[in-house]
Every structure is written in structure tokens, then in C-alpha cells.
């Protein structure tokens, strides 16, 4: 950690931060320059982090050096981590692809899609029911009803399920009927469910809030993680910036990054992160020339009639020309596809 | 709401979704122009919106006219509604200050600041027991224990509390204990939270969230009216921009609009909103200059020893100060000091 | 474009408007609503523009409906242009690779740079004789020797080069000596510089601004097609948001959509796009497997030694791997590599 | 500056770093630590700069201490500057107000508006000859037929001028007839335009760019005050990010943030800033009480008639209101309005 004194701080405001650091059985450092004293302390930042220098009002800034993260960095763990969501591994040698309706709204309807994506070669379903909308007015998903609806589905064609779970008190029940419980972006520092889910048994599908820094996403594994769940999944789903073409602007650096950072496998969203449907096969392909471990895409049976999200929703035969798609390309890429 | 067609959309598609706004009750409209057809639908836009006419493969884009928020709405309501917190109005003709630290750290640490917020002049004590914290290694408030501190102080200075709920199953101890709940950004879009709060009869000061338009922050105080607690104050915070000598850009253009948009009182946090301890007064003069109805700060007895948020953390001669300084300048604008 | 009045316009507000609409010969509509009055306008949404009916007012908003660019847009031109950068083809089956250091520092640097560009394969050179740079006191480029160098090195090795103009009077001497002229991000609303590079016979290779919009960046190319040059290269090479993790975002969603709205060819920039030398050749195939029709990269003979951007610089040695990776993975697109 | 090297980097890749800082005449330093090693070095940062350590295959990160602006900072220059734009002072006791339509349109419609610009009591003028337009359709200004324009109805009012300069090759006739340059938000990285108003003895009005940040406008003046033009003006004018309600978000923070960390005045634009006419009043007064030294907004005789962003500029009556509206304000603020 690097301390930056404000040029008014005198020798004494110095020596007492000095000796604040020693006292905690870290290494000071004093670095007296020409128009400011730096000052450097070095040892776990999050021991450090107990000084709060920051608020001491001769402090001008603080820079930490290293990560605040620790279980999801690869520093600690240099070998890429594989999660297996049921029967579909994620993060090793395969290309994941999970894909399904952005809501369940029927048996009818999933059973449709779901055994559309069976056929496509897809490797996981997804299928939302709880739905966090911005308008209270908008349909919030069939909650248990649909729970059980995906439950049935998934067994019946034969394919591990991801929901998303939005209150703590419904990891259990989530966890308990599929495969991977998903954190979706607006939750992403819901810190009390990433407890409740790090509690749980069931690999987790953290995805990266609109706002999130790739720290602050690593930093939400880390609260999963810190509680003992190590079935961790990131993905990367768009960010909110000034551009109003597409939905949100899909990051594909954060795939290399976090790839580089951490050894937890990286999924990308192509359906939120563009919110245009034509936008959808390029992007997933993307995803995978840079390196993610799979995709999640949103289909439907049906997207005219999808009750949610439907502009960025892939008919079925779209889903089967991704597929055809991507095959050569992670064949070039020396993967395969799951 | 507009509707523009494909330029390749046949004449069929549009009587198709001409036929099927009629069937809604609604009236149709078709503009043909030389590149592409129009169509206009005149009616409720939360009915419109069933017809997800987003999802239609020869749909390029859809343009909604009217706001989708009706109960936050000044069209419904033209007159400010006041929220009293307590003994403080907020949104009336008095500009409202409410200071406290950012963390509940002790019944001494809570009883020192609070005696300090009430000497100030100040209508109103915050303090946080659950903290939402970016990093699980952070102190993350008392919690319960805290709660009972901020109880316990806020009736002893004599000044009414707000404090942030960030589980939907805290809305009953907190509104048992405190005058006002607080949903903090991270928690904006937290439905079952809002939900939670909508049904309790506490007053809710609603924070803006990070990445949140300011469409998004009045559907989220849509939610809390819906379920039938029209006491909602908005809040804003400052939002995440490309800027970094700035925690957060505060974004004031938001009270302005909000006030025209609305009925609702709009506070503004210029502790968040700019997370520099020097930048906090002028912001406070700034957000009573464009019309807020009142500010929320952190102070703390001794920032250099806060548990969190100390950088932007006034003394409480800074309070003082703020207090001094806002007097003529909300006289000047024709209010009074709460 | 549709027009939305204020609530409270009057009906004769609404003729008058109206009576504007048809005096241009365009074709008015109106539809009263319950809550608001919507006005329509059919035709060429230039001349609407003309009415600046945004400024009534009365008027609420303003939505246009047809995009505000013509030449650049695929409706007018719907087979994609291949713009003749030299000997190398831009935006036909061929994937393109442009390479070069950052800044031209010297002849010795250039010509081993070049030597390394040309047995790696890639084809074309870029290196930069006028360096915008954000600090006056940074290495601001060699000018006009630099551009001599350029030119010589270009010639040697033979490869067609792209350089950097930023400024109009600099147009004419730049277009002399290479194949391709570039506008750089700050300079892509420089009108006066867009418009003498639409008055030369060379291609322009125009980079997206940071804060540009995609429909700023098809604006600003048609300021060089409206001056008679046909010949534009869209480049994407980063926005600016607030991810601190890479020094841009690079939104390989513009990829698919600009291929989508508009004919001309587009390159993508991973080195400004992430300014992380270990993120350049993932994120260049990702623009490969997203329909990039090539790539822009900064390599040099040594990059520790660069004057300017070292930091996102390939060596030599990267340079070549990123063509080895590149060869099959635009086979498997059904691509070659120039 | 500090120094991050890589987990793997060897001792003498730091001994061989510590060797280069030693060579430029700087004070390096070592501080191991338990999983990277830091290095710092003391002395100017610009020097520094020169060893390109961020270039260093074996550097993770390089972080700058001091800022790298010198002539713009107050830390060499304590006291505020005040430039003097004619007979308006900026910077000093006095509020400054100057007004004046987006574009010179004609010698009636500018003579009409700076008719009622001073009657309103504002102290400066303002209309722009050269027009920096998004799309290539859009009315461009009338050239040097408006600055003509310009020059008289200033002279025939008796206020100075302000207007926009967009090329290197126009500042000597703009100098010659108005009494301070305006640089735009689009140009504020249009480095050949800075240094040649730098090298103008005429005030610069610098306007921030849509991406900029603080320190990058800091450094846009420092290229004009290093060519030994002292007289720069700051403005904010907001910057683009995600909200879509306002044109533009108006980051106040910037006012008492630059004020802080340099000696230059501070202008806000609030008319660029929002928009929007409804909001220009608030925000006017706003920058005001966050301690800007003026505003600069667009008035125009006859808005709905406006041949350029009509939509954001008051009435002349609007204009009356904001004198009248500022008057006890920046009375309250210990102040004087201009």
C-alpha cells in the first residue's frame, strides 16, 4: 500500500502513520520527495486496509498494490478450476452452451424450446422463474410454479438446468430442484444472497452487474467463495455505457482478464450483452475466440410470443445455426464443443 | 407507442400488428413513408406493452411515448407530496439535512456524532447497521446490535433515523425501530426488497442506483407505490462515469428533472456522490441551489478512526460549517433550514 | 419523426405545427391521445430537421425514425464496399492485418519494425508521424521527417502504410506519401480535418471516437462521403467507461452492427482497445470471429524502448503467433488471410 | 511513481530498473514484499516518464504520484487566477454571466439577442461563426460573414465577444475581432489547436471534452499555458454517460474539484450541460453555489426559430429570470453578480 501525504502534512503526521503501520507488524517505508512524503506498507493489504489511512485528513490518496481478493485469484490457485453443473462441465477442454428461455411461461412452452436446445447439441438448459423486472408492471415470472415447471423439463429431456435466484431464502428450495443457481447482474452485490448461496452446495453463475468493475465481480466470487462454495462461475453479460445501439455493451476484454486473474471459468451472455437478436451469433462467437469457457443464450420456442425478453430471444433454428457455427470455430481454437 | 417496421416488412406483417393493437382496444395507426412503414398505437403503454411487438422478427425498432411509471408520476399527482420522517417534513418548504456516521460502531461512537448532528441544527440522524460492502472483508456493521444503538441514541438526542435495509426479511425490525428505511443503490433494483418495503408503512428514501437511468430509479419507486406506501423520497447519490478523481459523478442535472417528473421529494447524498470530504459542502450548497428538498451526509466524531467511509467523512465542525453556510443560501432561495 | 407535445399544448398549437409539416411538402399526421397529443411526419428526415420543431416549446420530444446518414447507410448501397488500401484489400473475403509501431522514432526502428511486420505476413504498415498525445509534454512524433521515414521504409519493404493526420493542412503532404490516411479518435469530430480528407483520393481509415456513439462515427464518415471520397474505413478501437482493468472498452458489439447498417469495411483496433499487450491477440481474433474485416495492431522492434504506447505493443514474436493463430480460425469463417 | 513488478520477476530485472531510475539523476527505491516486488522512484514526474517502465514486459503497473499538469496546478501557483475577457473579469469577486445565442444567424437576430443580453445585465457575449456539427446536414454557422457579424454587435452593445474556434489556421482572424477563443468540447484534444491558441495573447475559454477527464482537461491547458498563454479559462459542460433524460450529465463535482487543484477559473455551461430550457435555470444557479466563477449560456431572441439547439436555449425572458434568480444567490454566496 502506497501512501500519498497531502504537501502540508508535517514530520509528525509521518512518523505517528509510520508507526501506526509498524504496530501492526507491517513494514513501513518513507520516501520523502520534493513536494510530497510517500509513505509504504507493505504486507496483506487487508490487514493494512485496518489502518484506514484514507481518512485521515492529511492522507491525500492510498493506493493498494495488491488485488483485495485472495481464494479467486490465481495467484493462490494457478490451475484453471472446472464446475460441473450435473452432467456439463464448464471451464475445461469443451465449450459450453446453455441455452433456453429467458422465462419459463408454461410446460408447454419450455418443453418446446428445451427439446429444441436438446437437438441443437446444447449442453445445459436455462429458463427464469423468478424474473427481476425494472417495471413493476412487467411479468415477474411463474416463481415455484415455474421452478417445478424446469424441474420436470430438464429431467424429461435430459439436461442440467441454471435459474436465477433473487432472495436468499430462496436458495434452498432453488438448489434443491437444478443444477447451478444464477446471480443475475442486478444482484450482483446482493451481498446477503451471495452469502446464502456460497452456503449452498450448488454451483453458483455469478453474473457481472452493469455497473461492476471486473474487481467488484471478483470480488462478489470472493463473498461466494469465503463462505466455502468453490463452484464458482463468472460471466460477462454487458455494461452500461453511453451507447444506445445495443442494449448494453458486451466487455469482451473482461474474458482475457478475468482468464488472467483467476482461475474460476468465464461464461459470456451475447443475448443481454447485445439485446438485439441479429447481434447474438456474431457475439457468441467472439466469446469464444477470445478465450471464454461457453456461452449462455437465450431461445424460445417462439420469440413473438415470449413474454420477456424476446427481441434478443434466438429462434430454435437460430440456436441450431450457432451451433453449426461454432463448431469449426472451436475445432481451429483447439476445443470442443460441449 | 411507435412501432417501425423492417424495410423489408410486406404489407401483410403490418395489417398483422395493426389487427392485433385493434384487438387490445386500442387505436391503430399506419404512416407509410418511402424506406419504411410506421405504425402508432394510441392507448395505455403498460397494455401496449403486452403485445411485445419488440420481439417481432420484422419490427426494427419500438418507441414507447408516454413514461411507464404512473404512481411516481406528477401527471397523476401535479401537487409535492411532503414525507414526514418523524418529526422532519421532507419535500415541504423546509430544505432537510440529515447527518450521522456511515456506520453504527459503537453506542458511544452513535451517541457522540448524534449529540454533535442535533447541536448542528440538523432534522435528522443516519447511521447504517447492515452494511453492503464491496469486499466480504470489510467490517459489515453490527447489525442487530446496531439497530438498537440507533434506536436507543436517535430517542435520546431527540431526532428521527433512517437506516438501510438490505434483506427484504429486515423490513419489519427495522421499521419497528427506526422513523425512515433506507434502500441503498446496490439494492435499487432489488424487487423483493422494494416489494417488502411497499408493504411496510415506514417512509422509504430510496437511493439511485450506480447504473440506474433516471427512468429506471422512478420505476423502482413505482414498485414501493404499488404496494400501497405512497411515502417514498428519492434519493441521489451520484452514479459510475468514466471520472475517477471522483468516487462517483454526482449527477444534480437528476433533481431538476426529477422534481418536473414527479411528485416526489428528492434528496440529494453528497458524501457518496463525490467521496472526497472536501467536495461535500459545495455539493450541499449546490443540490439546495437546484431545488432539492434536503441532503444526507455522513459525519462522524472522529473520521480518522471510521470503521468505513471516513474519506468522505465530515468532523463535525465541518457539519457546523455546512449548516452556517446553507442558512442564507436556502433563505436566498426562499426556504428555511429544517 | 414523431413529434410529442407537452401535456398541456393547446389543439391549436398542434395545427400550426402541422401547417409546418405540410408547408415543407411532407406528409403530417396526427394522433390525439388520452394524455398527450403525437404528431407525425413522413419523408426525408433532413428536411424535417429543418423545423427544428425540438425547439417549440410545446413539443415534448422529437423521435426520429429514419438514421440522419445516407451515404454511409447499406439501405443506398446494399452490396459492402472493398475499399484499396495499395496492394491491400479492405473488406472483401480476405481478413486483413495492419502492423506497425505506434510512433515512427527513427529509421532504424522503423525499417527493423517493418522487416518483421513483412516476414510475419501481415498486409500493411502503420506508424505514426504526428502523435496526438494527452500531455504536452509527451513525445509528440517526428512530423514531417517522420513521415519521411515512413515513406521510404514503406517503399523498401513493400507494404502499403497508414499514418495519422491531425490537422487539415496536413491532409494534402500526408496523402502524398502513403496509402491510407487515419483520423484518430480525438479527431474524429474535427469536421474541418473530415472534410479535407473527403476532399483527397485517398482511403480513410476512421477511428471511433471514445465517446462516439455509432451513430456519431457513421455521421462523421459521411462528412468524407458527402466531400465525393468513397473510399472509408470504419475503425473500432475502444470507448471510455468506467472499467479501470483495461485503459478502454472495446465494443466488438459495433463489429456486427455497423457490418448491419452500413457497406463500408470495418477494422477493429485491439492495442487502443484494451492497452494491455497480453489482451491484443485474444481480443484481435474475437474481432475475426465477430465479422471484423481485419485488424489494426501497434508491434515494435522493442517495445520497452517505445516512445509511446510500449505498454500495448506486440513484440515481434507476438506478431507472428497472432498470424499463426489467426490463419485457422478465419479459415473456419470461411475467410482468408491477406 | 511506483513501480509493480510481476510475481516471476527475477532480483535482476529489479536491479536492472533500479539502474535506469538511478541513471536519470532520480532516487530509486526497493521494497520486496511477500508476493511482488516494488520499486518507487522520487524526483519529476515527467522525467520519469522518459524511462517507459510501463513498456517493461516485467511491469505489472507503473502508478504516478504527482500530477503530471505543472502550469495549471496550485501547487505552483497559489493564488487564483483571474482572466481578464475584455471588460469581464472571470475568476475574481464577481459572477460571471455570458450569454448569446448558439450560432450567428444573422446581423438581426444577433443584434437583437445582445440587445436583451444586456439589458439583462449579463457581462459577456457569446455566438458561434464556426459550428461544430454532428452530421454533415446540419447548419455548419456562417463563417468569417458571422464573426464579422459578431464583432459589430459587440462593438454596438458594448460586450465582449466569445466564440468557437475550430481550426489552428482561424485563431489569428478570430483573435483579431472577438475578445476571447473558445475551444469546444469536440477539440479539446485537437492538441495543433490548443498550441496554436496558446500561441494567441487572447483569453481561451477551454470547454471539457464529452470523454474527459479532470486531469485530461488539466492537461488540454497546460499545452496552452506551456506555449505562454496564461490566460485559460476552464468550463464544464458535461460529459456523456449512460442517462439518456439529459443531453449531456453536468458533473458539478469538476467546479470545487478544479478549483481545488488549480489556480484557472471555472465556468459552467449549464445550457450544453442539460439540454434542456427547464433546466438550465437550476443548474445555472447550482454552479454558482458549488463555487463556479460563471456561466456561460445560450439565449436566443427567438428559440423555436433557432437555427442550432433551439431546444436548450432560453427565452430572453428565461434569461431575466436567471439574473434576477442569481442575484441573492451569489449575494448569500459572499459574491457579486457580474
Chains 1, 2, 3, 4 share one sequence.
Do not use: W
Not at 490487514?47 to 484514507?54: F, I, S, T, Y
Amino acid at each position: 500500500m502506497i501512501i500519498v501525504l497531502r504537501p502540508e502534512a508535517s514530520e509528525e503526521v509521518a512518523k505517528e502513520i509510520l508507526a501506526r503501520i509498524e504496530s501492526l507488524g507491517l513494514r513501513p517505508l518513507c520516501m520523502p520527495g520534493t513536494e510530497r512524503v510517500v509513505l509504504g506498507a507493505l504486507g496483506d493489504e487487508r490487514v493494512l486496509a485496518q489502518l484506514r489511512l484514507e481518512n485521515h485528513p492529511m492522507v491525500e490518496q492510498v493506493k493498494p498494490i495488491l488485488s483485495p481478493y485472495k481464494l479467486a485469484s490465481r495467484d493462490a490457485h494457478p490451475h484453471d478450476s472446472v464446475v460441473q453443473m450435473g452432467s456439463l462441465a464448464i471451464g475445461g477442454e469443451a465449450f459450453a452452451v446453455i441455452a433456453g428461455p429467458c422465462a419459463v411461461e408454461s410446460y408447454e412452452q419450455m418443453k418446446a424450446t428445451a427439446v429444441r436446445v436438446k437437438e441443437a447439441g446444447a449442453g445445459g438448459l436455462r429458463g427464469g422463474a423468478f424474473k427481476p423486472r425494472t417495471s413493476p408492471y412487467a411479468f415477474q415470472g411463474l416463481g415455484l410454479r415455474g421452478l417445478e415447471i424446469l424441474e420436470q423439463v430438464a429431467s424429461e429431456v435430459g439436461l442440467p438446468a441454471a435459474t436465477e435466484v433473487v432472495e436468499s431464502q430462496d436458495v434452498g428450495p432453488v438448489a434443491a430442484r437444478v443444477a447451478c443457481l444464477q446471480i443475475g447482474a442486478r444482484n450482483m452485490q446482493n451481498f446477503a444472497l451471495l452469502k446464502a448461496a456460497g452456503q449452498s452446495k450448488r454451483p453458483v453463475l455469478l453474473k457481472r452487474g452493469m455497473a461492476a468493475k471486473l474487481e467488484d465481480l471478483l470480488l462478489a466470487a470472493e463473498y461466494i467463495l469465503a463462505e466455502g462454495n468453490d463452484q464458482v462461475i463468472l460471466c460477462e453479460r454487458g455494461i452500461r455505457t453511453f451507447e444506445t445501439a445495443t442494449r448494453n455493451t458486451l466487455d469482451l476484454n473482461a474474458v482475457p482478464f478475468l482468464k488472467q486473474r483467476s482461475h474460476l471459468p468465464v461464461l459470456v451472455d451475447p443475448s443481454h450483452g447485445t439485446g438485439v437478436r441479429d447481434l447474438v451469433i456474431p457475439m457468441a462467437k467472439a466469446a469464444a475466440a477470445c478465450g471464454a469457457d461457453g456461452v449462455i443464450v437465450e431461445v424460445h420456442e417462439n420469440p413473438r410470443e415470449a413474454l420477456s425478453d424476446g427481441a434478443q430471444s434466438l429462434f430454435p433454428k437460430d440456436l441450431d445455426r450457432l451451433m453449426r457455427e461454432l463448431r469449426p470455430l472451436v475445432a481451429a481454437l483447439g476445443r470442443t464443443l460441449s
